[in-house]
């Protein structure tokens, strides 16, 4: 455990039956950090979550929250509070009862609750609301209620299980934005659960990505995007281009690589540890593609293709070249900088230019 | 052509309404549509209900002369049955053990339908099923059963004989008021579990953990959450059993002896042997209305509750 770790995940298996929803994870999550827990349904990113909130025990391994074993603590004495998918809002009470339904153990007097209710309603932008039923709210509504619940217990940890899944593309722009302001304002640890890898992009300081129970990667939004550690990353996160080779040559920070279809490159090495004769495959994001008519002298690596369709999105356009040995079109895309359109609209022969470090080898 | 101005509009372009006014009145009025489809409940309710109560009320108003009725209206059955004690008392004791009987069946069929609904993962329906069994034979059978175990020499007697706790039989157990009370209790308890049952199922699990993420411990969780959102079974339950029990007369006249006679049985005496069917009308009348007042008393106290719970 490192010393800044607010919550400890130490070697956390989790079985249900014979079905192993978690292998194996460690993770530590700092103090006043967005953290995401990111992945398609089923990975046991929920699973983690309700391990955190201690709706289930790990078959193995411990949860450290703020240095205390979690083992034994029941949910309802954890220093953690969560917003389900569904908001989970009691229906026979207002908007007001159900906000202050966790402060009953601090028996305050009432004119105080009702003060701090009303400064949580003020902070989700729901003044004067406190009355309404719990019936009457729209989900936007509902998802702010349920966080003003758990925000009025000032929990060390906001656990959020997916809690924009529900709302309309619109709405959950600004949630997300919403969030991530009212998470720095108040300062305490989030932990995200999603399986939309634009919002944990978006909202995270840093992001584990899961699949069938292990941690694939956990990064920055940055370094997941731009070094993704293995396929599954790379091709989950955004779109990837992957290209079968062989390493030829090893110097220094650099691997020379002879691939089908784009010949000798040359990509930085990162954290692999491949060397000469290892069969890997090369991964290049389509932005990082650059399209042109002529071979561009600059670029560290140059080849030709055919262009074989086009998809003009407003402020992007998305290609597909097909390059001969490369089996599947190579995606690429630009931006739509001139107002006149990228000029490859038609099939035809074009050239593919790239830098030496944007090649990311896996 | 002067007459193509004349002829009448292509019927392709403009189809020929038929006119279909009830059709019409339906698709416009909500109301309408659903007293449409209530009709045959209406007609039957109004057959089976209204006008057997009207005639009840008349009755009532009679009064036995004879071996006939002086059809002549008047209050004084009511003022009769009022000053006489022993219908009060009758009355009374009636509401106070169907009351027991109905508290005993809720709280006892409060956690089987709350084990099923919360508990059990697999063949729900088969518990359900298995809860309600008692009820598959006839009541007069489950009453019978009851004579046996309850008896001088039934069930418990001679077991407890046997074991030597007891050495001659407890005669409170039949013929009593608590005889009574057990054998309703156990005879109506599908009443209770099912709408108890369909309350509790109903609840979101995720409500519950919310409470307990918000710091509730098991007791409490229950007492704000579960409870309040299991309170209309709770209250059509005891409703269920309470309204039917308390005018019950197979029950008292077979297992309540002198002691656990019930209004009821009286009522059964003047439509029977008494033949005085406006007194045996008049009490009918004054036994649904205490059994309205109170549900009304139970339904408000009930809301209360709801209010003080959370």
């Given at each position: 455990m490192t010393n800044d770790a607010f919550i400890s995940v130490r070697n956390v298996k989790k079985m249900f039956g014979s079905f192993q929803a978690i292998e194996n994870i460690s993770i530590d999550i700092a103090h006043g950090e967005f953290f995401s827990l990111l992945g398609a349904s089923g990975c046991g990113k929920t699973t983690l979550l309700r391990m955190l909130a201690g709706f289930e025990n790990p078959t193995s391994g411990e949860i450290y929250i703020d240095g205390q074993?979690?083992?034994?603590?029941?949910p309802h004495e954890r220093p953690v509070n969560i917003v389900f998918q569904n908001y989970?809002?009691?229906?026979?009470?207002?908007v007001r009862e159900n906000i202050a339904y966790g402060l009953r153990k601090q028996k305050l007097p009432r004119a105080k609750r009702n003060e701090m209710v009303d400064e949580m309603l003020d902070l989700i932008a729901l003044?004067?609301?406190?009355?309404?039923?719990?019936?009457?709210?729209?989900g936007g509504q509902r998802q702010r209620i349920a966080l003003a619940r758990a925000l009025i217990l000032r929990p060390k940890v906001l656990l959020l299980d997916e809690p924009l899944g529900a709302l309309d593309k619109q709405l959950r722009e600004q949630m997300q934005l919403e969030l991530r302001a009212l998470q720095r304002t108040i300062g305490i640890t989030f932990v995200f659960v999603t399986h939309d890898q634009e919002e944990a992009l978006t909202m995270s300081d840093r992001i584990a990505v899961m699949q069938g129970g292990k941690l694939l990667q956990l990064d920055t939004p940055t370094g997941l995007y731009e070094t993704p550690h293995n396929r599954e990353v790379a091709s989950f996160i955004g779109t990837m281009n992957f290209f079968d080779g062989v390493v030829t040559a090893e110097s220094g920070s650099d691997l020379t690589i002879d691939t089908k279809g784009l010949g000798e490159i040359v990509a930085p090495k990162r954290q692999t540890t491949y060397g000469v004769g290892d069969v890997v495959q090369v991964a290049i994001r389509p932005e990082k593609l650059q399209m042109a008519d002529a071979h561009d002298p600059e670029a560290a690596h140059s080849v030709s293709g055919f262009l074989q369709n086009a998809a003009y999105l407003g402020e992007r356009s998305h290609f597909y070249v097909t390059i001969d040995g490369v089996e599947r079109p190579v995606a690429v895309s630009s931006q739509n900088i001139n107002g006149s359109g990228t000029g490859f609209d038609q099939p035809r022969k074009v050239w593919l230019n790239w830098r030496k470090d944007v090649a990311v080898v896996l | 052509m002067g007459d193509t101005a004349a002829s009448p509009p292509d019927p392709l372009l403009h189809p020929k309404r038929r006119r279909r006014p009830l059709r019409g009145l339906m698709q416009r009025s909500e109301a309408i549509r659903a007293y449409i489809l209530m009709s045959p409940t209406l007609v039957v309710m109004t057959l089976g209900i209204v006008i057997p109560f009207a005639i009840l009320i008349t009755i009532s108003l009679w009064t036995a002369q004879g071996f006939g009725f002086d059809t002549s209206l008047t209050l004084n059955n009511y003022a009769q049955a009022n000053e006489q004690p022993i219908y009060n008392a009758l009355l009374f004791r009636s509401l106070k053990m169907s009351g027991l009987a109905t508290v005993a069946t809720v709280l006892l069929s409060y956690p089987m339908a709350y084990y099923v609904a919360f508990?059990?993962?697999?063949?729900k329906m088969m518990w359900i099923v298995l809860m309600t069994l008692p009820f598959w034979t006839s009541y007069l059978l489950r009453v019978f059963a009851w004579k046996v175990v309850l008896g001088y020499e039934g069930v418990i007697n001679s077991g407890l004989l046997a074991t030597g706790?007891?050495?001659?039989?407890?005669?409170?157990?039949?013929?009593s008021q608590s005889a009574v009370v057990i054998t309703l209790a156990h005879a109506w308890a599908a009443f209770a579990i099912l709408p108890l049952y369909v309350s509790l199922e109903k609840i979101d699990r995720s409500l519950l953990e919310a409470a307990t993420d918000l710091g509730d411990g098991p007791v409490m969780r229950f007492l704000r959450v579960t409870l309040p959102l299991s309170l209309p079974g709770v209250i059509s339950a005891s409703l269920l059993i309470f309204i039917p029990t308390t005018g019950d007369y197979i029950t008292p006249a077979l297992l309540g002896g002198p002691d656990g006679t019930m209004i009821g049985n009286l009522i059964q005496l003047q439509f029977g042997p008494v033949n005085n069917w406006p007194m045996g009308a008049t009490l009918s009348i004054i036994l649904m209305l205490w059994i309205a007042g109170l549900a009304l008393v139970f339904l408000f106290l009930t809301q209360l509750a709801k209010k003080k719970l959370t």
């Open positions: 074993p979690m083992s034994d603590v029941p989970a809002i009691f229906p026979h009470l207002n003044p004067g609301y406190g009355d309404r039923k719990a019936t009457e709210l729209s | 508990h059990v993962k697999r063949n706790l007891i050495d001659k039989p407890l005669e409170f157990l039949l013929y």
